[in-house]
């Protein structure tokens, strides 16, 4: 089978195209075959090519955490999907045995690991994965769009509604509008009715946001995002900080949270190391959370919302599956304002 592979860790240079994968086959009663229609992008795939702590590959390594396909085979206890379903996939693989998944919380599951990261990924014309980790869909949702859905919108669930908590009469910062999870986190932040200021450098991405809903744009080239807020607040400050640029927007992250304020973090595309004065955390009586990914009951609520019509993805551009290098190029870039699709149905 076709599918876009790693030889190395580096750059996008290592990235390749095969021909010749072996068809994956179901091993475990609980498993699924699907044939791929398409599949998305993440910036946690540009990690992968860069190479990750503790993440070993064995090239040829199949890329990819998102996607949607067919169910084309069952293992014998697979129950909720049957063969010639459309589905979606939560791309978080969990052992569905330790302490955190009998309670419910498979993010948290001590051998958790990623589709692309840990296991085979989606960017092939099949894939094996558990039964639980799959949903129907209506085959009429587009592919491209349901293909974008999953990662993006199940970790900015969690942050935003699990964790944050955002209410209606919330203030929410939400830095880097363009990217998967920040428009995945506005869209659902508008759906509870909380009020949302965006950033970006781009005035363009800005103006994509308002189509979306966003109430407040700041474009962060110019100005100190913190002191924008406090001024335009009346010096009160935003109720929650949705941060996952890490370094670079750490500080002014906290100059924009208002006494009572919670930041919920799920990434550091900038850099990790972080520095927080603790007298202003104990003062203000600040929260600062971390978040990833998503459990089984949050994933069954945003797929019921993208069954609904609610929360579908933007899609910057679909690529063929010949032209994949491309688009991770134009993800690495940061040109994007939505998900970068890879068609591979019909993507030769
Ligand atoms: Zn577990």
Redesign the pocket.
């Known amino acids: 089978m076709k599918g876009l592979t790693l030889s190395a860790h580096g750059s996008l240079e290592q990235l390749q195209m095969r021909d010749d994968l072996p068809l994956p086959s179901i091993r475990q009663r609980n498993e699924v075959r699907l044939r791929m229609r398409a599949a998305a992008l993440n910036h946690l795939d540009l990690f992968v090519v860069g190479g990750l702590p503790g993440v070993t590959i064995v090239p040829p390594w199949v890329m990819g955490a998102d996607g949607t396909g067919v169910v084309d085979a069952i293992g014998d206890d697979v129950r909720h999907v049957a063969v010639g379903d459309t589905v979606v996939i939560n791309p978080g693989i ?5 302490e ?2 009998r309670n419910g919380e ?1 993010p948290l ?4 690991g990623i589709l692309g990261e840990h296991f085979p990924g989606t960017i092939a014309e099949y894939v094996v994965v558990p039964a639980a980790n799959v949903r129907s869909i209506p085959a009429s949702i587009p592919a491209d769009v349901a293909a974008a859905f999953s990662l993006a919108t199940l970790t900015a669930w969690r942050m935003i509604v699990t964790r944050a908590r955002v209410l209606p009469s919330d203030d929410v910062l939400i830095w880097g509008i363009g990217g998967g999870v920040a428009i995945a986190a506005l869209q659902i932040c508008k759906l509870l009715g909380a009020h949302v200021w965006v950033t970006s450098s781009s005035d363009a991405k800005l103006e994509r946001a308002r189509v979306l809903g966003a109430d407040e744009t700041i474009n962060y080239t110019t100005t100190d995002v913190g002191k924008v807020i406090r001024d335009r607040t009346g010096k009160r400050g935003v109720d929650v900080v949705v941060d996952d640029v890490g370094v670079a927007t750490w500080k002014q992250s906290l100059g924009a949270l208002g006494r009572r304020g919670r930041l919920v973090t799920c990434g550091a595309t900038s850099g990790p190391m972080v520095e927080t004065d603790v007298r202003r955390l104990f003062w203000n009586q600040w929260t600062i959370m971390g978040s990833t990914m998503g459990n089984d009951a949050e994933y069954d609520a945003i797929v019921g919302q993208l069954r609904q019509g609610r929360l579908l993805p933007p899609v910057d551009r679909v690529f063929p599956l010949g032209q994949a290098r491309a688009a991770f190029e134009r993800l690495q870039n940061a040109e994007q304002f939505g998900k970068v699709v890879i068609d591979i149905a019909n993507g030769g």
Do not use: E, G, I
């Open positions: 969990s052992d569905r045995s330790c955190y998944c498979q599951c001590v051998r958790f």
